[in-house]
């Protein structure tokens, strides 16, 4: 999952997703927003056939965007991972 870092700050972070869907930002999305650490966290889709998705998350204060991000995108595809059929 390509990812470019639009802005960021010790609160707030703004990214691109390069190739990805609305179901995966959703569900991204849903995870961020249940975090205590998060103030506010969505996606913007822009144009379908010109802009990739752009991110945003705000945190609380003491919290840094960039870790708590790539800690749940990594505990989302460990929840995918151990997923048995």
């Known amino acids: 999952m390509?990812?470019?870092?639009?802005?960021?700050?010790?609160?707030?972070l703004r990214v691109r997703f390069i190739g990805e869907s609305h179901t995966s930002l959703q569900v991204l999305r849903e995870r961020l927003n249940s975090d205590k650490g998060v103030?506010?966290?969505?996606?913007?889709p822009g144009h379908p056939d010109l802009d990739e998705p752009e991110f945003f998350i705000?945190?609380?204060?003491?919290?840094?965007?960039?870790?708590?991000?790539?800690?749940?995108?990594?505990?989302?595809?460990?929840?995918?991972?151990?997923?048995?059929?």
Do not use: C, H, M, W
């Not at 390509?2 to 707030?12: F, R, S």
């Not at 103030?39 to 913007?44: G, I, L, S, T, V």
């Not at 965007?65 to 997923?83: E, F, R, V």
């Open 39 to 44: 103030d506010y966290a969505n996606y913007f």
């Open 58 to 85: 705000r945190t609380n204060k003491g919290v840094d965007p960039a870790k708590l991000l790539k800690k749940l995108l990594s505990d989302i595809q460990g929840d995918y991972t151990a997923l048995k059929i």
């Open 2 to 12: 390509p990812v470019k870092v639009l802005q960021q700050d010790k609160t707030e």
